[in-house]
Every structure is written in structure tokens, then in C-alpha cells.
T-cell receptor, first 115, second 118 residues
Framework: DARVTQTPRHKVTEMGQEVTMRCQPI?????VFWYRQTMMQGLELLAY????????DSGMPKDRFSAEMPDATLATLKIQPSEPRDSAVYFC?????????????FGEGSWLTVV | AQKITQTQPGMFVQEKEAVTLDCTYD???????LFWYKQPSSGEMIFLIY??????QNATEGRYSLNFQKARKSANLVISASQLGDSAMYFC???????????????FGKGTKLSVKP
């Protein structure tokens, strides 16, 4: 059963530390999204890639966040330095493969707490 | 202006009854897709159903159906025969862009919390 895989599932870190979240999209999907979910803001797009090229990262604080796709099987989201306001659930999603039509599948999320 | 509006922050439904969750959207793009996702308390986002703007028929997936009224720009989710496991947050989302392509990102509504009563 194909799925989007995210690591870590849970992370508690101290303010100022670097955090790296990883995502393995479903094989064959050409579009990868990073979303952040908080109680106050709901689901916000941070960045998305098509065929590994960044299409939109306007939702991402550029001074501390960076998103990359080193290869088709790995997407990363880094926060450096982390701040308490970054505490949220970070979702990776992938879609638009040949056999997935218009469906976009989400990973289980990375729950980040910055203290 | 909000692109996706879900006007019901919370809803209750009796087990085995049907329930409709409202969603209205705003776009000037003739090509778009509408999605519904379920988020149980465990936190994962589960895809439920998709409707394309050019699809002639309303989408259905098991107990889920999408009541697509294009002129009204509404895409309500209907859950038939509610089950206790349907208790969750439900999000409506829209993707603008080339139909069937991979343009555009998903824009989400604020969600509706559904509680199914035994």
C-alpha cells in the first residue's frame, strides 16, 4: 500500500536548534507539498515542488526555513534556528502521478515542539 | 477574500443518519479541483473524495458523495449512514490550475468538526 512517509513523527527541540524533517513521496508522484498546521492558522502551504523544482515557497519564512528535493524520493524541510512559534504539525503530501489522477496524499505528519 | 469557506465549525449527527458538511469556494479559474479530507484525532490527513470542475457527475466514494453545484460554487460533502468512526475534523480544499495537471497548490478551509452520537 503506497504511502507518503515522514520522519520524525515527533520532535521536541530547544529554541535555536536546527530541525530537519524528511519526506518520501509516493513513487511516481511528481508534485510534493509541505504544509504546516496550527490551531490558529489552520493548514498553510509552506512550499511545493514539481519534478523536484520549487514552484512556490512564498509561504515559508525565508530567513529560517528551507525546503529542498535532493532527489525524487526525498524532500526535506529545515528550520534553522528553530523558535517556539514554529511548534506545529508539518505535513508532506504528494500527488499527480500517472496512476493517482488528481488525488493528493498526505503523510502522517511531523509533530514539532520547540521549547 | 477566503477561497474556501466552511461555515460549520462543529456538527453533531446521530449514528446511522446522513450528514452534509458545507463548503463554498471562490475562484475565477475555469479549471479547478475540489477535495475533501478527514482528520481524526490521531492527526493524519485522509483523502476522501475528489471533484473536478469539468466533471459532469457528482463524485461518490462508498458512503461519501460530493454534492457539486457549480453555479453556486458549493461542494458539500454528504456522509451516508454515519458511523462512530466518522467523528473527526473534515477539511474542504481546492486546487486551481490546469485540469488534470499539477498546477497550483491545495487551499484549505478551516474545517468542520463532526461528532457522531451513538
Amino acid at each position: 500500500d503506497a504511502r507518503v512517509t515522514q520522519t520524525p513523527r515527533h520532535k521536541v527541540t530547544e529554541m535555536g536548534q536546527e530541525v530537519t524533517m524528511r519526506c518520501q513521496p509516493i513513487l511516481g508522484h511528481n508534485t510534493v507539498f509541505w504544509y504546516r498546521q496550527t490551531m490558529m492558522q489552520g493548514l498553510e502551504l509552506l512550499a511545493y515542488f514539481r519534478n523536484r523544482a520549487p514552484l512556490d515557497d512564498s509561504g515559508m519564512p525565508k530567513d529560517r526555513f528551507s525546503a529542498e528535493m535532493p532527489d525524487a524520493t526525498l524532500a526535506t524541510l529545515k528550520i534553522q534556528p528553530s523558535e517556539p512559534r514554529d511548534s506545529a504539525v508539518y505535513f508532506c503530501a504528494s500527488g499527480f502521478g500517472r496512476d493517482s489522477g488528481n488525488t493528493i496524499y498526505f503523510g502522517e505528519g511531523s509533530w514539532l515542539t520547540v521549547v | 477574500a477566503q477561497k474556501i469557506t466552511q461555515t460549520q465549525p462543529g456538527m453533531f449527527v446521530q449514528e446511522k443518519e446522513a450528514v452534509t458538511l458545507d463548503c463554498t469556494y471562490d475562484t475565477s479559474d475555469p479549471s479547478y479541483g475540489l477535495f475533501w479530507y478527514k482528520q481524526p484525532s490521531s492527526g493524519e490527513m485522509i483523502f476522501l473524495i475528489y471533484q473536478g470542475s469539468y466533471d459532469q457527475q457528482n463524485a461518490t466514494e462508498g458512503r461519501y458523495s460530493l454534492n457539486f453545484q457549480k453555479a453556486r460554487k458549493s461542494a458539500n460533502l454528504v456522509i451516508s449512514a454515519s458511523q462512530l468512526g466518522d467523528s473527526a475534523m473534515y477539511f474542504c480544499a481546492m486546487r486551481e490550475g490546469n485540469y488534470g495537471g499539477s498546477q497550483g497548490n491545495l487551499i484549505f478551509g478551516k474545517g468542520t468538526k463532526l461528532s457522531v452520537k451513538p
